[in-house]
């Protein structure tokens, strides 16, 4: 077995089981500065500041294995997973003498692109942290990051607050000890700083835990969001608190822009094998603190198995959620501080196609949004202009952020696909309705005036509840296609209805090998009709030989009352490709889906000089079948005359960024074709 899964890592286990699986909601008045806390960190701190008071430590040797992923966020970040875009594996050689040197040397290195990007890390993001930061902490080679003072500094008492947490008990064999919390931030907020929890043995006041992230004050680089660490250290020969594990994620977004995506930096190290007191010699020391290998080489390391695998099972991109929950206590000890860094006056956009986009009621329309406010509340405007309808349309949403939920009023006016299955993305049916008269949407405009909140149940799941008054009016087609013609807008208004609305959800992981994912609707509504509605969407992937079987179920259901918009069809592309586009639907309709993907070479093109379009592509035979039953009326989609299965073949290349789908429909022989961007990305196009 690796020193990595041994009893270094089962002490880590322990300690971060503890330390997370605890429900540490803190009052609503902590005491700040108490005796007893303000004590505990003057011990902790004498503690630090002796250099390695443990009898006997002069040195010592160790070996760090990590991985840095640099993934995009893109869309909601519950209901759309973080992607991996680059994986980089390091195995490094660590040393330390007395009195505070320290030197890396990087050994093996490899990386691998599952999307493109030129990115290049800072050096210490290629290292572990051998000095609990020093009195000041740096990230980033000071880019990020500079000279923030730590709270156990000489010069942390005049800065921090310190307040006692709850106590956690451990055991290490027959031992026992008692670590005990102690939260820490800046007397000022907006002085740099660090907000976050140090988990102090009480007996040695050696720090074993510290995580923490920082005041917006303390970033440098204008495009940094925050920044959240966790440094874990275990007992060592039953005699020195050493570094264990140790995490840092550091997530950006485009500071003038009101986007939903962003792009995250997450290092995840393991350290053991130690040696001790061994004699190290003064060269070992010179030169910069992390030495070794400057960039990723193909060969040599103690790699055992690929690098996809090695992610997959040691440094997942979704599935784990220490850092999320650690965020959600830091802003606990934050006290309703700001952690992270947002301008309060931003450009705003929802996705791409709001700034332009072209269907066939509106014609070409442009838009253009803002987002006011950066702290507990922000408001955010939207607005466009339809040129061949001639019509303003547009939203203001007021919002309540509160740790990981948001309270939301909205009251604007819409025109929106009605369908619970979207067929492609805006920008893509934006070029096919203009230049082929091939429109996938069937359109309804909205008055709407809402009130929701929206909370995060851990990292991957998440509820929902509305209220609204809406009213839907019927549109006809407005714009001309440059080629062909286009089939007419449904008739889709239903007039006023009051609603409620209850979803629950738990989001998809591509990247990883098995997983699940699910979401159920609920909604009511009452007005010209009174009804009642329901949705369940499953999804799922496990390996299967050389490949892997993906499956997907969408089934719902409403009552005899229900409003045309509020209906639901099958058909054509996104759905039964190789049936007509919407030809099936009412009020009830099942559709499932199951294929086989599989992973092919493909000649990887060049796209400068650190990406290509990726030397592999996915292939994916698929079945799949609907059914729709209990007509509505005034729409164009009729029950179907039972089951309709349809087989094809997908494919997706370009590193996933476009999936190209071929079907067939089993009862009529008919074929259907669509290429679009990956459904993954469609929330931003």
């Known amino acids: 077995m690796p020193w990595w899964g041994s009893r270094w890592r089962r002490t880590a286990g322990v300690l971060l089981i503890l330390a997370l699986g605890r429900s540490r909601m803190l009052a609503a008045q902590v005491e700040w500065n108490s005796p007893a806390a303000l004590a505990l960190?003057?011990?902790?701190?004498?503690?630090?500041?002796?250099?390695?008071?443990?009898?006997?430590?002069?040195?010592?040797?160790?070996?760090?294995?990590?991985?840095?992923?640099?993934?995009?966020?893109?869309?909601?970040?519950?209901?759309?997973?973080?992607?991996?875009?680059?994986?980089?594996?390091?195995?490094?050689?660590?040393?330390?003498?007395?009195?505070?040197?320290?030197?890396?040397?990087?050994?093996?290195?490899?990386?691998?692109?599952?999307?493109?990007?030129?990115?290049?890390?800072?050096?210490?993001?290629?290292?572990?942290?051998?000095?609990?930061?020093?009195?000041?902490?740096?990230?980033?080679?000071?880019?990020?990051?500079?000279?923030?003072?730590?709270?156990?500094?000489?010069?942390?008492?005049?800065?921090?607050?310190?307040?006692?947490?709850?106590?956690?008990?451990?055991?290490?064999?027959?031992e026992r000890i008692i670590l005990q919390a102690l939260d820490v931030r800046p007397k000022r907020a907006t002085q740099p700083g660090v907000i976050g929890t140090l988990y102090v043995d009480t007996t040695s006041a050696a720090v074993v835990r510290f995580q923490f992230g920082f005041t917006p004050a303390s970033y440098l680089d204008a495009e940094l969001s925050d920044i959240t660490v966790l440094l874990e250290n275990a007992l060592v020969e039953g005699?020195?608190?050493?570094?264990?594990?140790?995490?840092?994620?550091?997530?950006?977004?485009?500071?003038?822009?009101?986007?939903?995506?962003?792009?995250?930096?997450?290092?995840?190290w393991a350290i053991g094998d130690y040696r001790f007191n061994a004699t190290l010699s003064d060269t070992l020391f010179r030169g910069p603190p992390i030495g070794g290998l400057r960039q990723a080489v193909d060969t040599g390391g103690p790699w055992s198995r690929p690098l996809?695998?090695?992610?997959?099972?040691?440094?997942?991109?979704?599935?784990?959620?220490?850092?999320?929950?650690?965020?959600?206590?830091?802003?606990?000890?934050?006290?309703?501080?700001?952690?992270?860094?947002?301008?309060?006056?931003r450009f705003g956009v929802d996705g791409l196609s709001d700034l332009?986009?072209?269907?066939?009621?509106?014609?070409?329309?442009?838009?253009?949004?803002?987002?006011?406010?950066?702290?507990?509340?922000?408001?955010?405007?939207?607005?466009?202009?339809?040129?061949?309808?001639d019509r303003l349309t547009g939203v203001v949403l007021l919002e309540r952020h509160r740790g990981f939920g948001v309270t939301r009023m909205e009251v604007g006016r819409s025109l929106v696909d009605f369908s619970d299955l979207p067929a492609a993305s805006r920008l893509i049916n934006s070029f096919s309705a203009q230049i082929w008269g091939d429109d996938a949407g069937d359109y309804v405009r909205l008055d709407r005036l809402a009130v929701s909140h929206s909370q995060r149940l851990g990292f991957r799941a998440a509820v929902r509840a509305e209220a609204a008054m809406e009213r839907s009016s019927s549109e006809g087609n407005h714009a001309r296609p440059f080629n062909g013609s286009y089939r007419p807008n449904p008739a889709l208004g239903a007039g006023t209805y009051e609603m409620v609305r209850l979803a629950l959800e738990r989001r998809p992981a591509p990247d990883l090998k098995r997983d699940w994912s699910g979401g159920l609707g609920l909604e009511s509504g009452a007005g010209p009709t009174g009804y009642s509605r329901g949705t369940v969407t499953l999804g799922g992937h496990l390996p299967a030989g050389p490949g892997a079987l993906a499956g997907s179920l969408f089934a719902a259901g409403g009552t005899a009352g229900l409003p045309a918009w509020r209906s639901f069809a099958l058909g054509g592309r996104a759905t039964l490709p190789g049936e007509e586009f919407r030809i099936w639907g009412g009020r009830l309709a099942v559709l499932a889906r199951m294929?086989?993907?599989v992973e092919l070479p493909a000649p990887a093109v060049p796209l400068g000089a650190y990406a290509n379009t990726g030397n592999r592509f996915t292939l994916a035979p698929f079945i799949a079948a609907g059914w729709a039953g209990e007509a509505v009326a005034g729409v164009p989609w009729r029950p179907s005359p039972g089951i309709r299965p349809v087989a094809g073949v997908s494919a997706e290349f370009f590193l996933h960024l476009l999936r190209l789908e071929a079907g067939i429909g089993l009862k009529t022989g008919r074929v259907g074709f669509s290429l679009d961007i990956s459904p993954g990305w469609w929330p931003v196009l």
């Open 595 to 597: 294929e086989w993907r």
């Open 41 to 174: 960190a003057e011990r902790a701190r004498d503690r630090r500041l002796i250099d390695r008071p443990d009898t006997g430590l002069t040195s010592y040797q160790a070996r760090a294995r990590g991985f840095v992923l640099f993934l995009a966020q893109v869309g909601d970040p519950v209901a759309q997973p973080p992607r991996l875009v680059k994986a980089d594996q390091l195995a490094v050689e660590v040393y330390w003498r007395s009195p505070s040197q320290s030197k890396q040397i990087i050994q093996a290195w490899r990386d691998g692109r599952w999307l493109p990007t030129d990115i290049r890390y800072h050096r210490d993001h290629l290292g572990i942290v051998t000095n609990d930061f020093g009195p000041r902490i740096v990230i980033g080679e000071g880019d990020e990051v500079r000279n923030v003072p730590h709270p156990l500094s000489a010069a942390g008492g005049s800065i921090y607050d310190y307040a006692l947490g709850n106590s956690i008990t451990v055991a290490i064999g027959a």
């Open 308 to 345: 996809a695998a090695e992610v997959d099972s040691e440094a997942p991109p979704v599935g784990a959620d220490d850092l999320t929950r650690l965020r959600a206590e830091l802003s606990q000890v934050a006290g309703g501080r700001m952690l992270e860094r947002i301008r309060p006056a």
């Open 356 to 389: 332009a986009h072209i269907n066939r009621v509106q014609g070409l329309t442009l838009g253009a949004g803002f987002a006011f406010g950066s702290g507990t509340w922000r408001i955010r405007p939207r607005a466009a202009y339809g040129f061949d309808d």
């Open 239 to 268: 005699q020195w608190w050493l570094p264990v594990r140790q995490d840092i994620e550091i997530r950006r977004r485009v500071s003038w822009l009101d986007f939903p995506a962003q792009s995250i930096i997450r290092a995840r």
